[in-house]
């Protein structure tokens, strides 16, 4: 964990590189939230993002964001970035802002069953494999018009708009390709006029291609390592 000269200069170094990334496209800065990703992180790392203006953090397991929702009360927009099992929703369901990760119709069916009997709209992303990769979670480009079809029609989910973990890559300029599918499948979506579903948000960017992601239209970039540093992963118990 960085200490908290590292976290503030390390926002402020993100945020000024994503500035610029628009005005290199002629992109408004406003359209675009960094999100600190504070999975593995203590609470204490999560308070010093806090202290420079940090509001939006992405959790990628239900019971740490439960533990770390505990201590920390203050009004902050919580993402679930990470994949979802049905019998974790309780931990996420009204206590978060977003579920970035939803790739089925039997996960969209349990959220909406939930939400439902919460009395709550729950706000998603379709998480997308653009790349193909095997060892990624997300549907592919071509099922996705299809489970928009199927997720719209729940009422107490509102599909807000895509997202995507990019392939590791040394070299970002590598994933511009990816990034630049993914807003165009957002437009295709956009533009069959399916009932209930307009889509604006674009979830995709990580430490390491961020800035190509932000060029290419992304609304909402999922930087971890960038602002807090190395995770070390204890084993699971
Ligand atoms: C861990 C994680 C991130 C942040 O990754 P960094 O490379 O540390 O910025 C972003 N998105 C998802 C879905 C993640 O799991």
Known sequence: MQNIT???????????????ACERVGRNPQEVTLIAVS???PVEAIREAMECGMVDFGENRPQELRDKQAEITEPLRWHMIGALQTNKLKYVIGKTTLIHSVDSVH??????????KKGLVTEVLLEINIAGEDSKHGISPEDSEQLVRDVAKFSHIKIRGLMTVAPYTEDAEENRVYFRKMKQLMVDINSKNIDNV?????????????????????????????????RVYLPKE
């Open 107 to 116: 996960l969209a069916e349990a959220i909406e069953e939930m939400s439902a």
């Open 6 to 20: 590292t976290v503030s200069s390390a926002v402020a170094d993100v945020s000024a590189r994503i500035t610029a």
């Open 39 to 41: 999975k593995t992180m």
């Open 198 to 230: 307009y889509m604006d948000v674009l979830s995709m960017g990580m430490t390491g291609d961020y800035e190509i992601a932000v060029e290419e239209g992304a609304t909402l970039v999922r930087v971890g390592t960038g602002i807090f540093g190395h």
